[in-house]
């Protein structure tokens, strides 16, 4: 008896196309270039810690009014990368390190706290007048009160230890790869915590702790590699009946 030898399909060929175009990219991790904190208990200096030469090994995240003094600290993420390497829509998700941040205010699991990570309308290391700053053009407080933009609901992490936190920042990033945000900084604060308490928790100062603090960025495939995959699914289908009934018909 001879044995034939069937010739790949059309359907199966194009399934194998489709399949290797909506294959995940590699994702890309991104370090973060420099991480600041701003602190209202610096207010009189009107100073931002963390610039370079600021060895301090946690910054802090907190409400509005830590123990009753006006203006949240805050921490301002920058990533110098060209984002508009990616071709299209993109996931990616935001690591940080929580730790004790001291005052004995720190996020545990009998008392969470919601840290949000928002986009900006301004460069706060370009923006914010202080000491390391002098050309700045606007102080700490008003820029966080003016500067920083409403967090996506998925970019928002309830803390409740110390550990890896991590937060959903696609919205915030596909900005980025749009051009539709030119600022490519993210800020970490309380904004979002209904908790009720004046809670200041801590995250990894990067550049004492390198590699604490990166991007994860995915490219996603695009709605019509999907609709192609589908199709490729229904003709390969098809093909393999065709196939089934000239088989019993020999």
């Not at 914010?128 to 407080?141: A, F, H, K, Q, Y």
Request: zero cysteines.
């Amino acid at each position: 008896m001879t044995m034939r030898k069937h010739a790949p399909s059309a359907a199966a060929a194009l399934m194998l196309g489709v399949l290797l175009t909506a294959a995940p990219a590699h994702a890309v991790t991104i370090d973060v270039t420099e991480d600041v904190m701003t602190s209202s208990f610096f207010q009189g200096a009107n100073a931002v810690r963390g610039y370079a030469g600021d060895n301090r090994p946690v910054f802090r995240v907190s409400t509005g009014n830590p123990f009753g003094t006006v203006g949240a600290e805050t921490i301002y993420l920058a990533f110098d990368y060209d984002f508009s390497s990616f071709t299209g829509p993109v996931s990616a998700v935001l690591t940080v390190q929580a730790t004790n941040g001291g005052f004995g205010a720190d996020a545990s699991a009998d008392s969470p706290f919601t840290v949000s990570a928002h986009g900006l309308a301004a460069n706060p290391l370009t923006a914010i007048t202080d000491d390391t700053n002098p050309g700045g053009s606007v102080s700490w407080l008003n820029f966080y009160n003016q500067s920083i933009l409403p967090a996506d609901l998925a970019a928002r992490s309830v803390v409740t230890g110390s550990g890896a936190v991590t937060f959903d920042v696609s919205a915030l990033v596909n900005g980025w790869v749009s051009g539709s945000n030119a600022v490519q900084v993210v800020a970490l604060t309380g904004l979002n915590d209904n908790s009720g308490n004046e809670f200041l928790h801590g995250f990894l100062n990067n550049t004492e702790a390198p590699g604490s603090v990166f991007l994860t960025v995915s490219a996603v495939p695009e709605p019509q590699t999907y609709a192609m995959l589908l199709a490729g699914l229904g003709l390969l289908g098809v093909a393999r009946r065709a196939q089934r009934v000239a088989g019993g018909k020999r």
